[in-house]
C-alpha cells in the first residue's frame, strides 16, 4: 500500500500544481481585463472572478503546503 498511497501524492500533488498554474493564469487575465475595460458590467463580472480565483488559490496553497 505504500507504494500506491505514494502514487496517489504525487498525482494530487501535480493536480494542484496545475491547478495552481491555471488560476494564476485566471487571475493575470482578470486583472489585465479590468484595467483595460472600459465597460462598468465587464469590470465587475471580473473583478468577482477574481476574487473567486484569489481563494481557491489560498485553498491550492494550503493544500500544497500538507
Given at each position: 500500500?505504500?507504494?500506491l498511497?505514494?502514487?496517489i501524492e504525487k498525482d494530487r500533488q501535480g493536480t494542484y500544481?496545475?491547478?495552481k498554474m491555471l488560476l494564476e493564469d485566471l487571475i493575470e487575465g482578470?486583472?489585465?481585463t479590468i484595467k483595460t475595460s472600459n465597460d462598468p458590467?465587464?469590470?465587475k463580472h471580473e473583478a468577482i472572478?477574481?476574487?473567486d480565483y484569489r481563494l481557491q488559490l489560498i485553498d491550492?496553497?494550503?493544500n500544497l503546503e500538507n
Open positions: 500500500m505504500d507504494y498511497d505514494a502514487l500544481r496545475t491547478r482578470s486583472i489585465k458590467e465587464e469590470i472572478n477574481l476574487v491550492v496553497n494550503k
